[in-house]
């Protein structure tokens, strides 16, 4: 089992940053891929950035160039960087963690939402 712990997330105004967090625990020896996730209300959760154990890192391409993606091994923490916000990545945002046997776990979700 692998436990995930979600922080950051808030109202920001539109080109503003947020940086989103998520400490891992447990079994996380196990963990081959740490990632974020996002659900806007009427729309299906969807890929935002992921990065593996080996560092490959991938984006969804509405957020290339302005989200980052990054870790700490000592902390077992996963960051995600968001710059240049727009309204439209208003959503929950979800912490996710996939070990080699293509088992996921998540986060309760955090919300940022992007409005003036």
């Known amino acids: 089992q692998v436990q995930l712990a979600e922080s950051g997330g808030g109202l920001v105004q539109p080109g503003g940053s947020l940086r989103l967090s998520c400490a891992a625990s447990?079994?996380?020896?196990?963990?081959?891929?740490m990632g974020w996730y996002r659900q806007a209300p009427g729309k299906q959760r969807e890929l935002v950035a992921r990065i593996t154990s080996g560092g490959i890192i991938n984006y969804a391409d509405s957020v290339k160039g302005r989200f980052t993606i990054s870790r700490d091994n000592a902390k077992n923490t996963v960051y995600l960087q968001m710059n240049s916000l727009k309204p439209e990545d208003t959503a929950v945002y979800y912490c996710n963690s996939r070990n080699y046997a293509q088992v996921d776990y998540w986060g309760k979700g955090t919300q940022v939402t992007v409005s003036s």
């Open positions: 447990g079994s996380i020896f196990s963990i081959y891929a």
